[in-house]
């Protein structure tokens, strides 16, 4: 939500959601539009994340022939093998993939030979599937959302967006006039009508759960 705030051309956004996705499915992304992505898939038994990393050192094109890296897919459960053959989600172009059923008591991924660890310029340890990098935003706190926005789009509308704003939306509450205005001036509330209901986000007067 505060991605359509930001930045009301979809094309040009990181972060996406689509709460009806398909019948009993909903849909998270990320591009960021240099090769990068990543896909959340929420169905009725839990959430199934694919990720690519086009640097990582288990890139299928680093393989010969291009191939996604052994045991990176060989586990995903049938719970959601509607994600593997997903076009959208160009499974071919796979670095690492999550999943968790309700019910679990943590995060699982398949039994990967990881190569050799490289260091970054720095003397880091490079992340070898990319998800390291990835995930980090997903940590549920405002700060993070914030310096990200804050350096992706500097001068433009990132400099009015407040940890203030940011927490509004990371609560939930519904979206005002007035919060709208105060992040991009130049955008109605009325013009993401189509965002809020294609996002699921609450509108003000909404009954609650």
């Given at each position: ?141 405002p700060v993070t959302y914030l310096a990200w926005a804050i350096y992706r789009f500097g001068g433009l509308t990132g400099e009015n ?44 007067g909404a009954k609650k759960d």
């Open positions: 939500m505060l991605d359509a705030i930001l930045s009301p051309e979809w094309e040009y956004r990181y972060y996406s959601f689509n709460v009806k996705w398909a019948p009993e499915e909903q849909m998270g992304s990320m591009r960021n539009g240099s090769g990068d992505d990543l896909f959340a898939l929420f169905n009725a038994h839990g959430c199934f994340i694919k990720g690519f990393d086009h640097e990582a050192l288990m890139s299928p094109y680093g393989r010969q022939p291009k191939a996604v890296w052994p045991g990176v897919l060989d586990a995903v459960p049938k719970a959601f093998e509607r994600g593997l053959s997903e076009p959208a989600f160009a499974m071919e172009d796979t670095t690492f993939c999550i999943w968790r059923q309700y019910g679990d008591e943590q995060w699982h991924r398949g039994v990967i030979e990881f190569p050799p660890p490289k260091l970054r310029f720095d003397g880091a340890p490079l992340d070898p599937d990319g998800s390291g990098d990835l995930l980090s935003p997903y940590d549920g706190n967006l407040t940890l203030e704003h940011v927490q509004h939306v990371y609560d939930h509450k519904p979206l005002t006039a007035e919060l709208v205005r105060e992040i991009n001036p130049e955008l109605p509330l009325g013009d993401l009508d189509g965002d809020i209901e294609e996002i699921g986000y609450p509108r003000r």
